[in-house]
C-alpha cells in the first residue's frame, strides 16, 4: 500500500523551484562581468566546496567506493556540466523570461522517460496536471515571447538544457535512495568543476576574460550559495520521497517565479495574460502532486 510522502518532501520541492526561478535572474547579472562557462565554473568549485566541507565534518559520513564515484562522475557531468552549459550560454542569447518558461518542458520528457525505464505510474490526474501546466508555459510563452531579447538558437540551447535535466531526473532518484542530499550534491559539484574547467579554458582563450562588476559577482555568489547549494540539496531531499515525474512538475513553478523576477528586476515584460497563464500552471502542479502514485511493483 503506498504511503503520503512527508509534507517537508513538498516544501522543498517547492523551495527548490523558488531558488532555481530566480537564477535566471541571477545569470542575466553575472553574465555582465564574466564569460557564461566562467559563470559556471565559479558557481560549481565554490558550491562543490562549501558542500565537501559540510559532508566532511559530519560525524557519520558515508563510505565512498569507485564504483560510486564513476556513477558520482556521470552525474555531475550531466546535471551541472551539460546541462549548465546548455543553460548559461541559452541565457546568455534570449530572455530570463523565455529561459525559465523553456525549462517547464521537462516534466514531459521526465513522464515519457520515468514510464520507460522506471516503471513509474502516471495515472489520469497526473497526466492532466502535467498536461495543464505545460498549457500554462506554453500561454506564457505565446504572451510573452515578443519582447525580451529572446532569439531561436538561444530557446533551443535551454531547450537541450530541459532535455539534460529531465534524464538528470531519472539518473539521481536510485542514489538518492541509499545516500544523504548532501553527499550527492557535494560530489555532483565537483565532478560539475572539474569537467567544466578545460571549457572554461578554452572559453578565455578564445574569448577573453572579461572584467569582473560589482552585480555581476553578487549573481555568482546568488548562484553559487541558492542555486547550486539550497537547491540542489532541496531537489535530492524531494527526491528521496517523490517519484522523478511528481517532483519534475514542480520545475513548472520556475517559469513562474522566473518571469516575476525579470519583470521586476530586469524590466522585462509581464502582462495580465501572463498572470493568469502563470496561475493555470501552478493549478496544474496542485492537481499533478494530489495523485498518489509508485513505481510498477517488480
Not at 528586476?265 to 501572463?274: A, Y
Request: net charge positive.
Amino acid at each position: 500500500m503506498d504511503q503520503r510522502p512527508p509534507s517537508s518532501a513538498y516544501v522543498a520541492a517547492l523551495g527548490m523551484t523558488a531558488a532555481f526561478g530566480l537564477s535566471f535572474v541571477a545569470v542575466k547579472y553575472a553574465l555582465r562581468g564574466f564569460q557564461p562557462m566562467l559563470v559556471a565554473l565559479l558557481r560549481f568549485s565554490i558550491a562543490g566546496a562549501v558542500l565537501w566541507v559540510a559532508w566532511r565534518l559530519q560525524p557519520r559520513r558515508e563510505h565512498v567506493t569507485r564504483q560510486e564515484l564513476a556513477r558520482l562522475a556521470l552525474l555531475g557531468f550531466v546535471s551541472l556540466t551539460l546541462y549548465f552549459a546548455f543553460e548559461t550560454n541559452g541565457v546568455a542569447r534570449t530572455s530570463a523570461s523565455n529561459a525559465s518558461l523553456i525549462v517547464a518542458t521537462i516534466p514531459i520528457f521526465v513522464a515519457v522517460l520515468g514510464a520507460v525505464f522506471l516503471g513509474e505510474r502516471a495515472g489520469r490526474r497526473r497526466w492532466t496536471g502535467i498536461l495543464l501546466s505545460f498549457a500554462g508555459v506554453a500561454g506564457l510563452v505565446l504572451l510573452g515571447g515578443e519582447e525580451g531579447g529572446g532569439s531561436i538558437v538561444g530557446d533551443l540551447l535551454v531547450l537541450g538544457a530541459a532535455v539534460t535535466g529531465a534524464v538528470y531526473n531519472l539518473m539521481a532518484r536510485d542514489l538518492l535512495q541509499t545516500r544523504s542530499a548532501l553527499y550527492v550534491t557535494a560530489f555532483q559539484n565537483l565532478f560539475g568543476a572539474l569537467f567544466m574547467l578545460p571549457i572554461a579554458v578554452v572559453e578565455a582563450l578564445l574569448v577573453g576574460v572579461r572584467t569582473p562588476t560589482s552585480s555581476a559577482c553578487l549573481g555568482v555568489a546568488y548562484l553559487s550559495v541558492f542555486s547550486s547549494v539550497l537547491a540542489y540539496l532541496l531537489l535530492n531531499y524531494a527526491f528521496r520521497f517523490l517519484e522523478a515525474s511528481l517532483v519534475a512538475v514542480f520545475v513548472n513553478l520556475i517559469p513562474v517565479v522566473g518571469v516575476a523576477a525579470a519583470y521586476a528586476l530586469l524590466g522585462e515584460r509581464f502582462t495580465i495574460g501572463q498572470a493568469v497563464a502563470a496561475a493555470v500552471v501552478v493549478a496544474g502542479v496542485w492537481v499533478a502532486s494530489g495523485e498518489r502514485g509508485g513505481r510498477r511493483p517488480a
